[in-house]
Protein backbone atom coordinates (compact mmCIF):
# COMPACT_ATOMS: atom_id res chain seq x y z
CA UNK A 1 0.00 0.00 0.00
CA UNK A 2 1.55 3.62 -0.84
CA UNK A 3 0.66 6.97 0.97
CA UNK A 4 -3.43 7.88 -0.08
CA UNK A 5 -3.44 10.80 -2.14
CA UNK A 6 -5.87 12.80 -0.36
CA UNK A 7 -4.78 14.05 3.30
CA UNK A 8 -6.90 14.93 6.32
CA UNK A 9 -4.60 17.40 8.26
CA UNK A 10 -5.86 17.78 12.16
CA UNK A 11 -4.68 20.57 14.54
CA UNK A 12 -4.55 19.97 18.04
CA UNK A 13 -7.01 22.59 18.24
CA UNK A 14 -9.15 20.59 16.25
CA UNK A 15 -8.01 17.15 17.62
CA UNK A 16 -9.04 18.37 21.58
CA UNK A 17 -12.38 19.65 20.20
CA UNK A 18 -13.15 16.22 18.65
CA UNK A 19 -12.04 14.53 21.55
CA UNK A 20 -13.75 16.65 23.78
CA UNK A 21 -16.86 15.51 21.40
CA UNK A 22 -16.20 11.97 21.58
CA UNK A 23 -16.40 12.51 25.72
CA UNK A 24 -19.96 13.63 25.41
CA UNK A 25 -21.09 11.23 22.97
CA UNK A 26 -19.57 8.71 25.41
CA UNK A 27 -21.41 10.77 28.39
CA UNK A 28 -24.93 10.14 26.85
CA UNK A 29 -24.66 6.79 26.53
CA UNK A 30 -25.00 6.23 30.18
CA UNK A 31 -22.45 3.42 30.26
CA UNK A 32 -20.60 3.44 33.75
CA UNK A 33 -17.14 2.83 32.65
CA UNK A 34 -14.64 1.58 35.33
CA UNK A 35 -11.42 2.05 33.05
CA UNK A 36 -9.77 2.87 29.77
CA UNK A 37 -7.53 0.81 28.01
CA UNK A 38 -6.20 3.01 25.22
CA UNK A 39 -4.29 1.08 21.95
CA UNK A 40 -0.95 2.61 21.61
CA UNK A 41 0.55 4.97 20.68
CA UNK A 42 -2.04 6.85 19.05
CA UNK A 43 -5.03 5.98 21.52
CA UNK A 44 -2.66 8.10 24.45
CA UNK A 45 -3.63 11.30 23.55
CA UNK A 46 -7.53 11.17 23.27
CA UNK A 47 -7.49 8.68 26.34
CA UNK A 48 -5.79 11.49 28.30
CA UNK A 49 -8.51 13.78 27.38
CA UNK A 50 -11.57 11.61 27.78
CA UNK A 51 -10.61 10.47 31.25
CA UNK A 52 -10.41 13.66 32.15
CA UNK A 53 -13.72 14.75 30.81
CA UNK A 54 -15.28 11.34 32.12
CA UNK A 55 -13.43 11.50 35.57
CA UNK A 56 -12.31 7.48 34.52
CA UNK A 57 -9.13 7.19 36.64
CA UNK A 58 -8.22 3.62 36.06
CA UNK A 59 -6.38 3.26 32.68
CA UNK A 60 -4.34 0.83 31.27
CA UNK A 61 -2.86 0.70 27.53
CA UNK A 62 -2.44 -2.32 25.27
CA UNK A 63 0.84 -1.83 23.17
CA UNK A 64 0.63 -2.73 19.89
CA UNK A 65 2.54 -1.99 16.47
CA UNK A 66 1.54 -3.59 12.86
CA UNK A 67 2.67 0.03 10.81
CA UNK A 68 5.84 -0.59 10.73
CA UNK A 69 6.92 1.91 7.78
CA UNK A 70 4.56 4.73 7.43
CA UNK A 71 1.58 3.75 5.76
CA UNK A 72 2.54 0.11 5.42
CA UNK A 73 1.05 -2.68 7.56
CA UNK A 74 2.48 -5.36 8.27
CA UNK A 75 1.56 -8.43 11.46
CA UNK A 76 0.77 -7.36 14.62
CA UNK A 77 2.74 -7.23 17.29
CA UNK A 78 1.73 -7.19 21.13
CA UNK A 79 4.26 -6.15 22.96
CA UNK A 80 2.08 -5.32 26.40
CA UNK A 81 -0.90 -7.22 27.14
CA UNK A 82 -4.34 -5.79 29.27
CA UNK A 83 -4.31 -6.11 33.09
CA UNK A 84 -6.30 -9.64 33.88
CA UNK A 85 -8.78 -7.29 35.66
CA UNK A 86 -9.74 -6.13 33.32
CA UNK A 87 -10.01 -8.89 30.64
CA UNK A 88 -11.96 -11.45 32.83
CA UNK A 89 -15.22 -10.60 31.89
CA UNK A 90 -14.49 -10.23 28.69
CA UNK A 91 -14.17 -6.26 29.20
CA UNK A 92 -17.35 -5.25 30.76
CA UNK A 93 -17.85 -1.65 31.60
CA UNK A 94 -14.21 -1.40 29.71
CA UNK A 95 -14.02 1.40 27.27
CA UNK A 96 -10.96 1.22 24.73
CA UNK A 97 -9.84 4.27 23.14
CA UNK A 98 -7.91 4.32 20.16
CA UNK A 99 -7.35 7.90 17.71
CA UNK A 100 -8.49 6.22 14.46
CA UNK A 101 -9.31 2.73 12.87
CA UNK A 102 -8.50 1.88 9.17
CA UNK A 103 -8.35 -1.42 7.95
CA UNK A 104 -9.88 -2.32 11.59
CA UNK A 105 -7.21 -5.05 11.90
CA UNK A 106 -6.04 -3.08 15.20
CA UNK A 107 -9.48 -3.06 16.79
CA UNK A 108 -10.38 -6.52 15.64
CA UNK A 109 -7.17 -7.57 17.38
CA UNK A 110 -7.97 -6.20 21.03
CA UNK A 111 -11.33 -7.01 20.65
CA UNK A 112 -10.88 -10.42 20.84
CA UNK A 113 -8.94 -9.60 24.30
CA UNK A 114 -12.07 -7.43 24.88
CA UNK A 115 -15.23 -8.77 23.31
CA UNK A 116 -17.81 -6.95 25.73
CA UNK A 117 -15.81 -3.94 25.97
CA UNK A 118 -17.01 -0.17 24.33
CA UNK A 119 -15.06 0.92 21.09
CA UNK A 120 -14.24 4.30 20.51
CA UNK A 121 -12.01 6.56 18.22
CA UNK A 122 -11.61 10.32 16.57
CA UNK A 123 -11.56 9.23 12.84
CA UNK A 124 -13.01 5.87 11.07
CA UNK A 125 -12.42 4.61 7.26
CA UNK A 126 -15.24 2.53 6.12
CA UNK A 127 -13.21 -0.48 6.50
CA UNK A 128 -12.89 0.05 10.17
CA UNK A 129 -16.36 1.27 10.58
CA UNK A 130 -17.87 -2.38 11.90
CA UNK A 131 -15.06 -2.58 14.27
CA UNK A 132 -15.93 0.75 16.41
CA UNK A 133 -19.08 1.29 18.67
CA UNK A 134 -18.55 4.93 18.75
CA UNK A 135 -16.76 7.71 16.53
CA UNK A 136 -16.88 10.97 15.33
CA UNK A 137 -15.52 11.53 12.11
CA UNK A 138 -15.78 9.45 9.00
CA UNK A 139 -13.01 9.67 6.24
CA UNK A 140 -12.60 8.07 2.86
CA UNK A 141 -10.28 4.97 2.74
CA UNK A 142 -8.08 6.39 0.55
CA UNK A 143 -7.80 9.38 2.82
CA UNK A 144 -4.23 9.89 4.99
CA UNK A 145 -4.81 11.65 8.23
CA UNK A 146 -2.10 13.57 9.60
CA UNK A 147 -1.98 13.86 13.53
CA UNK A 148 -0.37 17.09 15.06
CA UNK A 149 2.59 14.95 17.01
CA UNK A 150 3.65 13.99 13.06
CA UNK A 151 3.41 17.36 12.13
CA UNK A 152 5.85 20.33 11.36
CA UNK A 153 4.86 23.74 8.55
CA UNK A 154 5.57 23.65 5.36
CA UNK A 155 4.68 24.51 2.14
CA UNK A 156 1.52 23.40 0.87
CA UNK A 157 0.80 22.54 -2.72
CA UNK A 158 -3.03 23.67 -4.16
CA UNK A 159 -5.51 20.80 -4.61
CA UNK A 160 -5.95 21.86 -8.08
CA UNK A 161 -1.60 21.18 -9.23
CA UNK A 162 -0.33 22.57 -11.39
CA UNK A 163 -0.20 26.40 -10.11
CA UNK A 164 1.36 27.75 -6.83
CA UNK A 165 -1.28 29.07 -4.70
O1 LIG B 1 -7.34 -0.01 11.56
P1 LIG B 1 -5.90 -0.28 11.30
O2 LIG B 1 -5.59 -0.43 9.82
O3 LIG B 1 -5.35 -1.43 12.09
O4 LIG B 1 -5.07 1.02 11.70
C1 LIG B 1 -5.36 1.79 12.82
C2 LIG B 1 -4.18 1.85 13.76
O5 LIG B 1 -3.02 2.34 13.08
C3 LIG B 1 -2.44 3.37 13.84
O6 LIG B 1 -1.56 2.86 14.80
P2 LIG B 1 -0.10 2.31 14.44
O7 LIG B 1 -0.16 0.81 14.35
O8 LIG B 1 0.43 3.03 13.25
O9 LIG B 1 0.77 2.64 15.70
P3 LIG B 1 0.90 3.96 16.59
O10 LIG B 1 -0.43 4.18 17.23
O11 LIG B 1 1.96 3.59 17.54
O12 LIG B 1 1.27 5.10 15.68
C4 LIG B 1 -3.60 4.02 14.55
O13 LIG B 1 -3.15 4.68 15.73
C5 LIG B 1 -4.47 2.82 14.89
O14 LIG B 1 -4.09 2.24 16.12
O1 LIG C 1 -4.65 7.63 8.11
C1 LIG C 1 -3.80 7.34 9.01
N1 LIG C 1 -3.09 8.33 9.64
C2 LIG C 1 -2.17 8.07 10.60
N2 LIG C 1 -1.88 6.85 11.02
C3 LIG C 1 -2.56 5.83 10.44
N3 LIG C 1 -2.47 4.50 10.68
C4 LIG C 1 -3.32 3.90 9.85
N4 LIG C 1 -3.98 4.79 9.08
C5 LIG C 1 -3.53 6.03 9.44
MG1 LIG D 1 -2.23 3.11 16.87
Keep these: MSLPDKAFP ?46 IRLIDTVCVASYHDYANQGEMNLLKSIAPELTADGGEGVLVVDDLTDTGKTAAEVRTM ?31 IYFPWDMGFTYQEPIAKGHRG
Design 10 to 55: VSWDQFHRDARALAWRLAGLNSEFKAIVCITRGGLVPAAIISRELN
Design 114 to 144: LPKAHFACLYAKPKGVPTIDTFITEVSQDTW
